[in-house]
């Protein structure tokens, strides 16, 4: 059974930073991409970034390219999103997921909230 668990989410100021971090068990991921998602209230849930688990290749959404960054420690099966000059604009829910390369996302995190004040 997979699981995957989000944590380090929490209230930070502007300009602040956060890691969050999914750790995953159920089954091997080598095959599998890795992504945080995040849905603000009354928005649909978006994309944040991804991760080859198998090689560590990395996507992200315009809006937080050069202050997100996203990484896998595969000895420890979990992955991180090491978010930097956070905005108000970032307060969100947070969900991680996995899925086969190509099937897109089949497994979701309970999700982590960050708020950011201004």
């Known amino acids: 059974q997979v699981q995957l668990v989000e944590s380090g989410g929490g209230l930070v100021q502007a300009g602040g930073s956060l890691r969050l971090s999914c750790a995953a068990s159920g089954r091997s991921f080598s095959s599998y991409n890795m992504g945080w998602f995040r849905q603000a209230p009354g928005k649909e849930r978006e994309f944040v970034a991804t991760?080859?688990?198998?090689?560590?290749?990395?996507y992200y959404t315009d809006s937080v390219k050069g202050r997100f960054t996203i990484s896998r420690d595969t000895a420890k099966n979990t992955m991180y999103l090491q978010m930097n000059s956070l905005k108000p604009d970032d307060t969100a829910v947070y969900y991680c997921a996995a899925g086969a390369a190509g099937a897109g996302y089949r497994y979701w995190g309970q999700g982590t909230q960050v708020t950011v004040s201004s």
């Open positions: 991760i080859r688990w198998s090689g560590g290749s990395t």
